[in-house]
């Protein structure tokens, strides 16, 4: 499908902002924006960049009213040499395309979204970052646009990307974060739409959020819907273990979010030769390792944060301190490795990284 492109107006074009070191996340937005338009038995059309602007949406909308809408979030990369990168795009993709499949929404092929990408990248490329550590995010989403009332798949669907400059994810930068764990409410239980990337997915994770916000806390640990005794995630990350010297992260069984990082901190791992089992983690076997000391070090994944150590727990009322609360050794040896491959500083084993020739 051919690509339209519609350019903005110079004297229109949005401001960027004047200090690269003062990016926070997702507060600016770049030129231009993507969309494209799906009907029934009619697949997707009408492919066009035009410059970033409002969305018309009919207030019967089925994404309004029934919560079919579904996204993803990766970034581009300014390298030193002036090299832009993407972080491992298709993966990305691939679980758009499973979140769609759970949503009873319609798949796009991968490659096309890639090509897609990379004709929005090149337009806006001057709202990269140019500093290590920020980055243009960008944020492909989906959602039903069919105007009608009744409880089923919709009919027609919109698909967009819009970009922005963005700094650190977490106030803290690369510093322990202090996290709450939730035996109270739940994020998701197995069955339903935890491992799909889905706005409700969020949008149920507020209140407790919001709670421990005002405790003092960065973000929530999120246990099992059933028992509320096994680990599953933070809010906007998978989370791992160093249990002596044995990385341990909970498997995906349905109610996980498969990260991106976290398959790339496994795949690290292995490649190290250092201990890697994915298996049901109780809390209790958490704040029990944390206390003996076998707990060497708590991090989590994401493609926000990258890496976050976590350096206090707190759960039912009491808080418990990771070894003496500082970024632990494999936090950093991963963090450092993750991003120098992203931009370029160190050397790609994987194939992870893709070039966008501009």
């Known amino acids: 499908m051919e690509i339209k492109i519609q350019s903005a107006d110079p004297a229109k074009r949005r401001q960027k902002p004047p200090d690269e070191s003062k990016l926070v996340f997702g507060?600016?937005?770049?030129?231009?924006?993507?969309?494209?338009?799906?009907?029934?038995?009619?697949?997707?059309?009408?492919?066009?960049?035009?410059?970033y602007g409002d969305l018309s949406l009919d207030p019967a909308a089925m994404v309004l009213h029934y919560g079919q809408g579904i996204f993803e979030g990766l970034k581009a990369y300014r390298c030193r040499n002036g090299r832009i990168h993407l972080f491992r795009p298709e993966k990305n993709f691939q679980r758009m395309n499973r979140s769609a499949r759970r949503m009873c929404m319609p798949e796009i092929d991968e490659s096309f979204q890639v090509k897609i990408l990379e004709a929005l990248i090149k337009l806006d490329v001057d709202w990269i970052p140019h500093s290590m550590g920020s980055s243009l995010y960008i944020r492909p989403t989906m959602i039903a646009s069919e105007p009608a009332l009744g409880v089923r798949p919709a009919s027609n669907y919109i698909y967009f990307i819009?970009?922005?400059?963005?700094?650190?994810?977490?106030?803290?930068?690369?510093?322990?974060?202090?996290?709450?764990?939730?035996?109270?409410y739940v994020r998701a239980v197995k069955g339903g739409v935890g491992e799909a990337k889905t706005m409700a997915n969020y949008a149920s994770s507020l209140y407790a959020a919001e709670y421990a916000k005002k405790k003092g806390f960065t973000q929530v640990l999120w246990l099992d819907a059933i028992e509320r005794r096994y680990v599953e995630e933070v809010g906007t990350m998978n989370i791992f273990f160093r249990l002596g010297d044995e990385?341990?992260?909970p498997p995906l069984t349905g109610s996980i979010l498969p990260g991106v990082t976290r398959d790339s901190v496994i795949q690290l791992a292995k490649h190290w030769k250092i201990p890697i089992t994915e298996r049901p983690i109780t809390?209790?076997?958490v704040i029990d390792a944390v206390q003996s000391g076998a707990m060497k070090e708590i991090f989590g994944t994401g493609t926000a944060a990258v890496i976050s150590p976590v350096g206090e727990i707190s759960y039912k009322e009491s808080s418990y301190r990771v070894r003496d609360g500082a970024v632990g050794e494999w936090s950093q040896r991963f963090y450092d490795?993750?991003?120098g491959i992203q931009?370029?500083?160190k050397e790609d084993p994987f194939g992870w990284v893709r070039e966008i020739k501009i």
């Open 343 to 345: 931009y370029g500083e």
């Open 27 to 51: 507060k600016a937005f770049s030129d231009h924006m993507f969309l494209m338009d799906w009907e029934t038995q009619k697949s997707w059309k009408d492919a066009r960049i035009v410059p």
């Open 162 to 184: 819009i970009t922005g400059p963005v700094g650190a994810y977490y106030p803290e930068g690369f510093n322990p974060i202090k996290i709450f764990v939730s035996d109270e």
């Open 283 to 285: 809390i209790d076997e």
């Open 337 to 339: 490795e993750i991003v």
């Open 247 to 249: 990385l341990v992260t």
